[in-house]
T-cell receptor
């Protein structure tokens, strides 16, 4: 079974500092994908970044980068130059095996990390 | 462009009352649709998914049911709500012209359900 572990329930960071949110995963599938989502207080889930298990390079999207260490089964999210608007819950998720030919996929989520950016 | 609509945004219902939450997707055809539930301060749990009209798969046995009467419509229902049904319900879609496995899901704005 697939499992995502986020060990940091909460983090407090000063504005403009970089922050790393930890995520470790467990799977026996050789092909998998890892996602990070941001959930502000409004509740919506915002897709941030994706890393495929066969991707050679770490994914980057603007201020977000994913520190993918396959041997350690970790996929930490790095946010550079944090902003007050980054305060939110952050979820790491793993794509399960493709369910059907249509490509339906199950995402398994971690418990999340609440990030607070202090001015 | 593709959009996903979910309503209502908030709902307070008494124990034993019925439930109907609706989700619709625009701008794509034959999407894969999902219902997730998020308990307070917790991660998301997949409840149901659907790959086509009338095709519903349940992940967790529970007091809820789902239906897909039209290609881009997904409904979450209950005949009698329990206190434990309280939570934040999110609808999502994947597929269409999106890159399977890469773009993941697009989520609706969610429904906050409180059963009293």
């Amino acid at each position: 079974a697939q499992k995502i572990t986020q060990t940091q329930p909460g983090m407090f960071v000063q504005e403009k500092e970089a922050v790393t949110l930890d995520c470790t995963y467990d799977t026996s599938d050789p092909s998998y994908g890892l996602f990070w989502y941001k959930q502000p207080s409004s509740g919506e889930m915002i897709f941030l970044i994706y890393q495929g298990s066969y991707d050679q390079q770490n994914a980057t999207e603007g201020r977000y980068s994913l520190n993918f260490q396959k041997a350690r089964k970790s996929a930490n999210l790095v946010i550079s130059a944090s902003q007050l608007g980054d305060s939110a819950m952050y979820f790491c998720a793993m794509r399960g095996p493709v369910l059907l030919i249509q490509g339906a996929q199950k995402l398994v989520f971690g418990q999340g990390t609440r990030l607070t950016i202090n001015p | 462009s593709q959009t996903i609509h979910q309503w209502p945004a908030t709902l307070v219902q008494p124990v034993g009352s019925p439930l109907s939450l609706e989700c619709t997707v625009e701008g794509t055809s034959n999407p894969n649709l999902y219902w997730y539930r998020q308990a307070a301060g917790r991660g998301l749990q997949l409840l149901f998914y659907s790959v086509g009209i009338g095709q519903i798969s349940s992940e967790v046995p529970q007091n809820l049911s789902a239906s897909r009467p039209q290609d881009r419509q997904f409904i979450l229902s209950s005949k009698k709500l329990l206190l434990s049904d309280s939570g934040f319900y999110l609808c999502a879609w994947s597929g269409g012209r999106r890159r399977p496995g890469v773009d993941g899901y697009t989520f609706g704005s969610g429904t906050r359900l409180t059963v009293v």
